[in-house]
């Protein structure tokens, strides 16, 4: 199973981006998903997360209103669409997929078993 990150770059603040995640070897249909982040000198932090059909969806407490998390199941393919971006969201984006099939969402980093490579997303004037 590879997760491959892509979309991250450098924007202004105030600016968007829209990152994506394509997985392969497994079809993500019957798996929650989620995106998480690390800067430098900290802890992976949860961002958010979606159900298997995307019926449900999830956000740390200083993204909501302003990332989107999202899927195409038809393309294996999850997406977080970032706006409102602040310096402080510089970090290292990670895809995720767990290991087990659940309805709901997962929060935790150890209910994720598989992770991408991450994409570097730095918000700087």
Not at 11 to 37: D, E
Not at 62 to 81: E, H, P, W
Request: with cysteine; charged share 20%.
């Amino acid at each position: 199973v590879q997760l491959q990150a892509s979309g991250g770059g450098l924007v202004q603040p105030g600016g968007s981006l829209r990152l994506s995640c394509a997985v392969s070897g497994r079809t993500i249909v019957n798996y929650a998903m989620g995106w998480f982040r690390q800067a430098p000198g900290k802890e992976r932090e949860f961002v958010a997360a979606i159900s298997r059909r995307g019926g449900t969806t999830d956000y740390a407490d200083s993204m909501k209103g302003r990332f989107t998390i999202s899927r195409d199941n038809a393309k294996n393919t999850v997406y977080l669409q970032m706006s409102s971006l602040k310096p402080e969201d510089t970090a290292v984006y990670y895809c995720a997929l767990p290991s087990r099939t659940y309805t709901g969402i997962y929060y935790q980093k150890g209910d994720y078993h598989y992770w991408g490579q991450g994409t570097l997303v730095t918000v700087s004037s």
